[in-house]
Structure formats: C-alpha cells, structure tokens
C-alpha cells in the first residue's frame, strides 16, 4: 500500500527556512509531479505551489520568490523549501504527489494520487 509521511514543519521565528518533505513508500511508485497546499485556521485550503513532472512550478504570488518546489526521484521524495518566513505563513501544510503506480492485477503502471497528513508551519514575529 502506497504511504506519503510529511515532515519538516515546526515553530520558527519570521524570516528562517523550514524544508518540508513528502516521501512516498510502499507499492512501485514513482514520483512525478506535486501540489503543495496550506491550510490557515479558520481559512480555506489554498494552493501554494503546482510542480509539474518537468519541475516547471507555478507558485502563488504571496510565496513567490521565497518557495521552492523540487523533487528528488531516487528517494521518492518531494520537497518544499520555505524561505524568509512571515507570520502570515501560518498554516498546516500538505502535499499532493502524483506518480505512477504499478497495478499487479493489471501487470501495468497507472497514475496515482496521494495526500500528506499535514504539517503545522508556525511562524512568530
């Protein structure tokens, strides 16, 4: 069975670096592209930055510049990395990693989606 754990997330002061991953395990899978959303209290989940399977991201614009998105295919890994901070940054963070799984019973590779648990992301001024 196919299992994302995400890590990385914690309590950091305005301005730091968190780095948050996403590794897929179990089944044959492999890694192709990754959305990463957040999730602040009391808001709507929204998008932050879309990674297609050529690593061309589109990043929102209140984290443009200070996220990136990248992928390491060896490790079945995604990554996020959180550059610069600001309070407003706040969020329980998630990852969506689509890839190719191989389906036994079909003797054959079919995409596949998985979610992150979530991370919590807090950042104090």
């Known amino acids: 069975q196919v299992q994302v754990v995400e890590s990385g997330g914690g309590s950091v002061q305005a301005g730091e670096i968190l780095n948050l991953r996403c590794r897929v395990s179990?089944?044959?899978?492999?890694?192709?592209?990754a959305d990463w959303y957040r999730q602040a209290p009391g808001k709507q989940r929204e998008l932050v930055a879309a990674?297609?399977?050529?690593?061309?991201?589109k990043y929102a614009d209140s984290v443009k510049g200070r996220f990136t998105a990248s992928r390491d295919i060896a490790q079945n890994t995604v990554l996020l990395q959180l550059r610069d901070l600001k309070p407003e940054d706040t969020a329980v963070y998630y990852c969506?990693?689509?890839?190719?799984?191989?389906?036994?019973?079909?003797?054959?590779?079919?995409?596949?989606?998985?979610w992150g648990q979530g991370t919590l992301v807090t950042v104090s001024s």
């Open positions: 969506q990693v689509t890839g190719e799984l191989f389906v036994v019973p079909e003797s054959r590779y079919r995409s596949h989606q998985v």
């Open positions: 179990g089944g044959r899978f492999t890694v192709s592209s």
């Open positions: 990674m297609s399977a050529d690593l061309s991201t």
